[in-house]
């Protein structure tokens, strides 16, 4: 007979720990299980904490665990997030574009982005149809004070305190949740005449035994990488950025706006994001050192900041370098070992995927948890089949931003674009949609992560072309003259939600002080 799983071992905190941790323990709870769930965190290791930016999903991952938005909120210095502002990545000016959360008006059943094709040069593709560039461009909140919990007139996710988020986490874990909490280093793994990891070995002498071991040690990969030596697709040849400057700027005061996208500022060698929370910027410059060096790096950064926020800040601070290698691993689930966050994969912070991808790995794993080791091997094959076509498709789409960027400044812009770089299906896309523009039927799975209406916001806002479509008005009449009817639709809407939305840092004033109503 199969051994049972009856504790589900996780080793290392952060963000990656305590997120896996908390989705888990709520799903084994509402399927009535009884598996222990115990997280073992070395006392000695800071998490690196750059994940400060989330998709919509982390909505749906906190109502899973029971945690009150007002309480997350308040706790985790949190903002609302309602997509991405790129400036300069297709010229190098200071043109810009929006990749906002909402897809586009009437997204289920018609391709906005055929009809808009004929008015392109009288209205952005984002403008036409949605409200949320608009609204982002003032600063405004997704919502009213008066709008219940996790609701919304916009699609939103957060901009949050990556630190905080975690302490949030460890404790709902331990208190609400009955996560067993261990502060230990792990020094030795010890293995049953299977292969199998049956326990760890701390510094204190301790055995921690279990039957299914969840690596998120990070960068390290204690146990996949280092103990079970599996293999690391090195993408480097693709995504070029390998090295991070960051650094928290202070507010210069209370009253001070606070963005409501991710800005994401093009440079020679790469590219600087600056994330607002109420009480302080999280800013940092990630690039190629093959492109260029640090110190270089730091002078770009700097001036950045100069610019931003204040001269004598931008001279005395002091930017946490941080180095990665962009890949991923060859599997993520290997005997009774499964990977997420930094230990299964990292790529540059463009789209900040790597939070939900944390999210998704922690729900697949709970709602797919094997009940002994024979079903183990089954979930392990599906879940590797899965996580490997999410990340091919994360590199896809971060991939896509370059290619479609005009810059000739720097070899580091030119290379980009060089066709030994771009992987074979986004090749085969970009071909495809220069004749027709995305929609549904392109996504090769159910599940992808990047929906058809990402891939339109990119490509039209760096002015991709999809072949001649002014003759839609005689190919479909019928559709045409909906889109006429929803063109105008968002224009109203638009008007209306900027006279009504509160600013994002107001809404999150109000929400300090009398928290948001609960369904």
């Known amino acids: ?75 985790c210095d949190a903002s609302f997030k309602q997509g991405t502002h790129f400036v300069g990545w297709l010229k190098g000016g200071t043109e810009s574009y929006y990749h906002p959360f909402t897809p586009p008006r009437g997204f289920s059943d018609i391709n906005l982005a055929r009809h808009w094709q004929a008015v392109r040069g009288q209205v952005s593709f984002c403008d036409a149809v949605s409200p949320q560039a608009k609204v982002c461009e003032q600063a405004l909140g997704p919502k009213q004070i008066v709008t219940p919990e996790y609701a919304s007139n916009l699609n939103y996710g957060y901009h949050l305190d990556a630190g905080k988020f975690a302490g949030l986490l460890q404790k709902h874990c331990v208190e609400a949740l009955g996560v067993e909490h261990l502060l230990e280093n792990v020094e030795s793994i010890e293995t049953n005449e299977t292969g199998d990891i049956c326990a760890l070995h701390t510094s204190s002498s301790r055995r921690i035994p279990g039957e299914l071991f969840v690596d998120c040690t990070g960068m390290r990969s204690l146990l996949l990488g280092k103990h079970y030596q599996v293999g690391f697709k090195d993408m480097s040849g693709v995504l070029f950025n390998d090295s991070a400057l960051a650094v928290q700027v202070p507010r210069s005061d209370d009253s001070e706006p606070v963005a409501a996208a991710t800005v994401s500022t093009a440079q020679e060698a790469g590219w600087i994001w ?6 302080r910027r999280g800013t940092g410059y990630t690039y190629s050192s093959k492109y260029t060096d640090d110190d270089q790096a730091e002078r770009i950064l700097r001036a950045y900041l100069a610019k931003t926020s204040n001269k004598d800040f931008s001279e005395s601070c002091t930017p946490r370098k941080i180095s990665f290698r962009p890949g991923y691993r060859e599997k993520f689930w290997h005997r009774n070992c499964v990977a997420i966050g930094l230990s299964a994969g990292f790529v540059e912070p463009l789209e900040a995927s ?77 071909v495809l949609w220069g004749h027709h523009c995305p929609w549904h039927g392109d996504q090769a799975q159910v599940d992808e992560l990047f929906s058809t209406a990402s891939y339109q916001y990119v490509l039209y806002g760096m002015d991709f072309h999809s072949g001649d479509q002014r003759s839609q008005m005689e190919i479909d009449p019928e559709a045409s003259k909906r889109a006429q009817t929803l063109f105008k639709e968002n224009a109203l809407e638009t008007q209306k939600m900027l006279a009504g939305l509160p600013a994002n840092r107001e809404l999150i004033e109000k929400i300090n002080r009398y928290g948001l109503s609960r369904v």
């Open 354 to 430: 790597a939070l939900v991808m944390i999210e998704l790995s922690a729900k697949m794993l709970g709602e797919l948890m094997p009940p002994d080791r024979r079903v183990m091997d089954i979930v392990a094959g599906r879940f590797n089949a899965r996580f490997g076509g999410h990340w091919e498709r994360i590199i896809e789409f971060l991939k896509l931003h370059y290619v479609l960027s005009e810059r000739n400044d720097s070899a580091y812009w030119r290379d980009h674009r060089e066709a030994a770089s771009i992987p074979s299906r986004l090749r085969d896309s970009l």
């Open 274 to 279: 600056d994330i607002g929370l109420p009480t």
């Open 1 to 75: 007979m199969a051994e049972a799983i009856q504790t589900v071992v996780i080793v290392g905190g952060g963000s990656a720990g305590w997120l896996t941790a908390g989705i888990l323990a709520a799903e084994l709870r509402r399927g009535g299980s009884s598996m222990r769930v115990c997280l073992v965190e070395s006392p000695d290791v800071s998490p690196i904490g750059v994940g400060e930016g989330t998709w919509p999903t982390m909505r749906s991952s906190l109502i899973r665990m029971g945690i009150s938005e007002t309480d997350f909120l308040k706790a």
